[in-house]
């Protein structure tokens, strides 16, 4: 049995994952400052950064112009939004941010020219990665919104769908938060994950340059829950029942922690054939259970016979058993939990194969010389091969320590090597299917033990007929021998030539 043990310990040694986008948020205040600069740390694996600028202005004041946004080699006008969420009591209208797309950056980062720069007061940047070796991934909700004297009865809710996992995962949130000048404000924030909520007041902090990020961490969020839910509101007992204070709020970033999935293992043929419930309650392995209700007495396609005697039936020189042998462990083995990806494929073909011919179709086979009989049996053994590797831990996931060794395939025997005719009076052929991969080699003996002559020598696969002719008229008459090594088998086939 071939055990893949050490495959396993790197598995298990080294965490990977698969395509991971991360979002990290740079900010600055601006107010009052023309012309600021947002850097972008660690810009190697930047895909694209989404910049804004908050603008408030009372419906006196005008809105900007514009903004300018640039960096080495990219300059983009911003573009004026109004689409503001707006949480308030009196009637502002004046409010806007402008937001450009870098689709690169480089270490000086990113400019912005503010005219007028009075009513300007932060500029924030959205920095997407794509990073393979992430340990989290970030699920936003970027809507912009401004709140105006509202309190806990006048909340905005961010709803963040988020990705489910197999076990629990810490969650972090971040909230760019905007103030108009350098004072103090007040920020009431919940989150929500399923039964689980963090209470958050933010009561005596000073913005100082009008730009404030929070950051807030829930730990071990139940792997079910679907959604994180964010609810702001900005109070101000001072202000009477009810009301609050003025900020923006640019958006929420929930960064998930990514739960490394067990990939499971597979286990061998050999295996499956010793685990049922006919081999004792000591060694049975419920998974058989789980292709139906009859478990390993379920019929199998097309075969008239169960899953068990199918995957205790030698294939002999019929392929539809190496397959199907093959097929019944990978799916027992999908079943008991391990990853199929890299099988899949291969699985679905095989399914389809099996459910279209049955194990005589395929046996008559090699009485057939058609392209067609002879590529649907290589067909056949290129699944089963595919099949095998990921059964023993040769592709996917890796194989699980075994206690049995697997059984082996059964040798070619005398029976299995068919001469026609014989006697030989002018030509013949020799037919057998190996039941081993590998070198296979036959030489011609007579009846004294005297060597001949070779035959055949050629690598095999298993399951797929070698066949190679005898022309009489190149020995004399009488009895010869042929012996044919394959794998660790040998075989003796008698042989008669009786040329006229």
């Not at 295996?271 to 419930?277: F, P, R, V």
Request: proline share 4%.
């Amino acid at each position: 049995m071939k055990r893949k043990l050490l495959l396993m310990a790197m598995l298990c040694g080294i965490v990977t994952f698969t395509y991971a986008q991360t979002i990290d948020l740079v900010g600055v205040g601006v107010h009052k400052v023309p012309n600021p600069n947002l850097v972008v740390p660690n810009v190697s694996n930047v895909d694209r950064v989404d910049v804004g600028v908050i603008y408030k202005g009372l419906s006196r004041t005008p809105l900007t112009t514009d903004v300018q946004f640039s960096d080495s080699d990219e300059n983009n006008m911003g573009t004026l939004n109004t689409d503001i969420v707006i949480k308030h009591i009196f009637d502002v209208n004046n409010d806007a941010y402008y937001t450009s797309t870098f689709n690169s950056v480089d270490v000086g980062g990113i400019n912005a020219t503010i005219v007028p720069s009075s009513s300007t007061y932060s500029f924030y940047g959205f920095v997407y990665r794509n990073d393979p070796n992430a340990t989290f991934k970030s699920f936003a909700d970027l809507k912009v919104t401004a709140y105006y004297e509202n309190g806990s009865n006048d909340p905005y809710v961010y709803d963040i769908p988020i990705e489910t996992a197999s076990d629990v995962r810490n969650v972090k949130v971040k909230i760019p938060i905007t103030e108009l000048d350098d004072t103090s404000r007040n920020v009431v924030i919940d989150i929500t994950a399923g039964d689980m909520t963090r209470h958050i007041e933010e009561t005596t902090y000073n913005l100082g340059d009008s730009f404030f990020l929070g950051e807030y961490m829930l730990e071990n969020v139940p792997g079910d829950v679907e959604k994180i839910k964010v609810s702001i509101y900005s109070p101000d007992p001072s202000q009477g029942e009810g009301r609050g204070d003025s900020f923006f709020v640019s958006g929420v970033i929930a960064d998930v922690d990514i739960v490394e999935e067990d990939p499971g293992c597979t286990l061998s043929q050999g295996y499956w054939k010793t685990h049922s419930k006919y081999d004792g309650e000591d060694k049975y392995d419920a998974t058989w259970a789980q292709i139906s209700a009859e478990g390993e007495d379920t019929n199998f396609y097309l075969s008239n016979k169960s899953y068990y005697d199918v995957i205790n039936t030698s294939p002999r020189r019929n392929v539809y058993y190496i397959l199907a042998r093959q097929f019944i462990a990978a799916k027992l083995n999908m079943l008991k939990g391990a990853d199929a990806t890299d099988v899949q494929e291969s699985f679905d073909k095989a399914s389809y194969l099996l459910g279209k011919y049955s194990p005589g179709q395929i046996a008559y086979l090699k009485y057939r010389r058609s392209w067609w009989s002879k590529k649907l049996k290589r067909n056949f053994v290129h699944l089963a091969k595919k099949l095998r590797d990921y059964n023993e831990g040769v592709t996917g996931p890796g194989s699980c320590e075994e206690e049995e060794e697997e059984e082996p395939n059964p040798c070619l025997t005398s029976d299995d090597v068919i001469v026609t005719p014989n006697p030989i009076v002018t030509n013949g052929s020799v037919k057998f299917t190996p039941t081993h991969s590998g070198r296979t080699v036959a030489y011609m003996f007579n009846a004294w033990g005297q060597f001949v002559c070779p035959l055949y020598d050629k690598n095999v696969a298993e399951g797929e007929e070698v066949e190679f002719g005898l022309n009489a008229r190149n020995y004399r008459n009488g009895t010869y021998y042929i012996k044919i090594w394959s794998g660790c088998c040998v075989v003796v086939k008698r042989v008669v030539i009786h040329c006229y």
